[in-house]
């Protein structure tokens, strides 16, 4: 926590001590918010999408591999630790959570079937943002330029450009642009997605992420990262613990014994699942090869208090041998 809240500071009033940590940063670095230290990665591949394909292809598309490259190095240091720990967006959504646990409100999951048909969004979203911007300047598949208007189209509705300015007391992103019918419509789903991500957030922990382009673009890289969580299945005895204490109810975890690599399209590398298997050695994180931190008996006992309050709903075991 300590990490998030200094991650926090610095995304959000960094620009007050003239910090500069780059436009390709692979987390909701929101450039709407005027004190950011940096530039979130989506908004920077965006604006470099719209333009021709002889600008792609020349000089413009150097620049963009040079951006991407920036992203894929930072990346892979943390892997999606980048979303467990720095991005604001998903402290805020834990705060929302420590709200709910506060107030005796239960969480809720995904049904299984749910679970497969919703993750498929985050992708959709990632093609989307690449797609709207290219087609502002290149007619794709025969159909005509789309609007300028729509600009960088996620940031549009991405509830980083309206909520992360208001930390530092601006309100300009928290209005519906009536300029005409497109900017109309954006700002006005802008501000439902907003509402979306408040609500959902507090009966579903971690509820934007689920959705979120940037988690897709990172398990595209995830497996050359450097930081890694890896499972010895030989250990597992199909507890639920992980999944249980999973907030975003990854159930591969705790079921999956026949592969190594546990970084699924949706985990943040929060480590919770470390924390919560009782098994010395089933699950660990490890760096450059080098181990950082690993499930143990006693440490499993040890946090034993703190597991009883994250494990308390559901009670029932999830996880059965079929």
């Not at 991650?7 to 929101?30: D, E, K, M, Q, V």
């Not at 709200?99 to 919703?118: A, C, P, Q, T």
């Not at 014994?257 to 399209?265: A, G, Q």
Request: with cysteine.
């Amino acid at each position: 926590m300590v990490f998030q809240i200094l991650a926090f500071l610095l995304l959000i009033y960094g620009g007050y001590l003239s910090i500069h940590i780059g436009t390709s940063i692979p987390t909701f670095a929101c450039p709407y918010n005027q004190e950011c230290p940096g530039t979130c990665y989506l908004i920077s591949v965006q604006h470099q999408a719209h333009n021709t394909w002889a600008s792609l292809f020349g000089f413009r598309g150097k620049a963009f591999l040079i951006s991407l490259l920036s992203f894929v190095l930072l990346f892979i240091v943390i892997n999606k630790a980048w979303c467990g720990y720095v991005c604001p967006l998903g402290t805020i959504q834990d705060w929302i959570t420590k709200l709910r646990n506060r107030m005796g409100i239960s969480f809720s999951r995904y049904d299984d079937l749910s679970f497969k048909r919703l993750k498929a969004i985050k992708y959709v979203l990632l093609v989307l943002l690449l797609f709207i911007p290219l087609g502002m300047s290149n007619s794709i598949f025969g159909l005509p330029l789309f609007s300028h208007d729509l600009g960088a189209p996620f940031c549009q509705i991405c509830p980083g450009r309206v909520i992360t300015p208001l930390f530092i007391g601006d309100t300009s992103q928290l209005f519906i642009d009536f300029t005409n019918t497109t900017t109309m419509i954006m700002s006005s789903l802008g501000i439902i997605v907003l509402a979306m991500f408040l609500i959902g957030s507090f009966f579903k922990k971690r509820f934007f992420c689920f959705f979120c382009p940037m988690s897709a673009l990172h398990y595209l890289f995830s497996r050359f990262s450097m930081l890694r969580l890896i499972k010895n299945g030989d250990n597992c005895t199909k507890c639920g613990n992980c999944y249980r204490v999973c907030d975003v109810g990854i159930k591969a975890i705790a079921e999956d014994i026949e592969h190594s690599y546990m970084v699924k399209d949706d985990c943040m590398m929060c480590f919770k699942c470390i924390e919560a298997c009782p098994e010395n050695d089933c699950l660990k994180v490890s760096f450059l090869t080098m181990p950082v931190f690993k499930s143990t008996e006693e440490g499993f006992f040890s946090r034993n208090l703190h597991l009883n309050s994250e494990m308390q709903k559901p009670s029932k075991t999830i996880i059965e041998d079929e």
